[in-house]
């Protein structure tokens, strides 16, 4: 099974940027469906970016389009969350989450994935 770790978060005040990254280990990131999720306190966890590590394809979440971008380094068994524009309503457990065959994006949903990682604080205030 893939384990992830993720790394990155941290406080950040409202319109600031903050990059987590999703590393993967005991296997290479070939086919896999990368997804990432949030939870916020007394909140269910949400799905809100999927990518896929063989053709970079990536879908988004209407809360965070236009703000969050997935990206993947497969030199370094890596992907990425790039996020701007962050607000109060950011704050959160941020996940990654990976699923293979298939490793395509079908759904943003915690049942569709196998693998996760620990999660990664991400705390926007003033």
């Known amino acids: 099974q893939l384990q992830l770790v993720e790394s990155g978060g941290g406080l950040v005040q409202p319109g600031g940027s903050l990059r987590l990254s999703c590393e993967a280990s005991s296997a290479t990131l070939d086919n896999y469906a990368i997804g990432w999720f949030r939870q916020a306190p007394g909140k269910e966890r949400e799905g809100i970016g999927c990518?896929?590590?063989?053709?970079?394809?990536?879908w988004y979440a209407s809360s965070v389009k236009g703000r969050f971008t997935a990206s993947r380094d497969t030199a370094k068994n890596t992907v990425y969350l790039q996020m701007n524009s962050l607000t109060l309503e950011d704050t959160a457990v941020y996940y990654c989450?990976?699923?293979?065959?298939?490793?395509?994006?079908?759904?943003?949903?915690?049942?569709?994935?196998?693998?996760w990682g620990q999660g990664t604080q991400v705390t926007v205030s003033s």
């Open positions: 990518i896929e590590s063989t053709s970079g394809r990536s």
């Open positions: 989450a990976a699923r293979t065959t298939p490793g395509e994006c079908i759904f943003i949903l915690t049942t569709y994935f196998d693998s």
